[in-house]
């Protein structure tokens, strides 16, 4: 049984810094290509960031070189850093493998920018 937990988020200033975690299980990690998504209140859940098995990564534009996505593959848990916050970055945020279907969804983590 697939079952992907997130955990990390909180409620920070304008300008501060989160880390996300992925915790996973019941699949193959090391050969899943992973993502970030997250979703604001009344808006659809957008793609954040990827990383291939082998450590490509590819990100979102509005990212602009704040988050890093990496992954520790012993330990089938994938990571979101993010810096330079914005409110416009408040959102729950969901890991999930890159298919189709996706697995089933996590309860995801809240993430607050305000001052």
């Known amino acids: 049984q697939v079952q992907l937990v997130e955990s990390g988020g909180g409620s920070v200033q304008p300008g501060g810094s989160l880390r996300l975690a992925c915790a996973t299980s019941?699949?193959?990690?090391?050969?899943?290509?992973m993502a970030w998504y997250r979703q604001a209140p009344g808006k659809q859940r957008d793609f954040v960031a990827r990383i291939l098995g082998g450590g490509i990564t590819n990100y979102a534009n509005f990212v602009k070189g704040r988050f890093t996505i990496s992954r520790d593959n012993a330990k089938s848990t994938v990571y979101l850093q993010m810096n330079s916050l914005t409110p416009e970055d408040t959102a729950v945020y969901y890991c999930?493998?890159?298919?189709?279907?996706?697995?089933?969804w996590g309860q995801g983590t809240q993430v607050t920018v305000s001052s």
């Open positions: 999930n493998g890159v298919q189709f279907p996706p697995y089933p």
């Open positions: 019941g699949f193959s990690f090391p050969s899943t290509t």
